[in-house]
């Protein structure tokens, strides 16, 4: 097992967790009204939205952008967790569940719109447009009904 030291702000709570056959090694993060702000895996590097947190996603964050705790994994690696925002994230922000499927839709639907146009023999293009819809539609959902 790896060393880990959390350090945490006041007001989160954390435990770590690892698997019997030590496939999974996670940090789980709740605050002190014991809602599951989600965990930070390990062997993965990557940060999971808790299943029905309504706050801010945490992911991964910067140093400098106020992160609510510090993960040191055996002598030196340090991995700073906390609120995501599109500036002070250095990974993409994380979808909730919900958002993952409407995105998903939206995928979907586009690819069902630019097909039946079959006016694009290029795959890139193809590949573009798709995306491009749905990001369109994405928004235009997520501007209408959140």
């Known amino acids: ?5 959390v350090v945490a702000e006041k ?3 954390y435990s770590v967790w690892q698997s019997k056959d030590k ?3 996670r940090v789980y993060f709740k605050t002190d009204s014991n809602d ?3 965990n930070y895996d390990i062997k993965e590097n ?12 945490w992911n991964i964050v910067n140093q400098d952008d106020s992160p609510q705790a510090l993960i ?4 030196d690696k340090k991995i700073f967790v906390g609120p995501a925002t599109a500036t002070n994230s250095t990974l993409p922000t994380n979808m909730n569940t919900q958002q993952r499927i409407t995105l998903g839709m939206c ?14 023999k290029d795959s890139y293009k193809i590949v573009t447009e798709i995306y ?14 959140n």
Do not use: C, Q, W
């Not at 097992?1 to 030291?5: E, H, S, Y």
């Not at 990557?46 to 996603?57: L, N, W």
């Not at 639907?109 to 694009?120: D, F, H, K, P, Q």
């Open 1 to 5: 097992m790896v060393g880990i030291k």
């Open 11 to 13: 007001g989160i709570n």
């Open 23 to 25: 496939n999974k090694h």
């Open 36 to 38: 599951e702000v989600g």
């Open 46 to 57: 990557k940060f999971f939205i808790g299943r029905g947190y309504s706050g801010t996603p």
């Open 72 to 75: 040191i994994i055996g002598e």
């Open 107 to 120: 995928i979907n639907n586009a690819t069902n719109v630019i097909v039946s146009r079959g006016t694009l």
């Open 132 to 145: 491009d819809l749905a990001d369109n539609l994405f928004e235009e959902y997520n501007s209408r009904y």
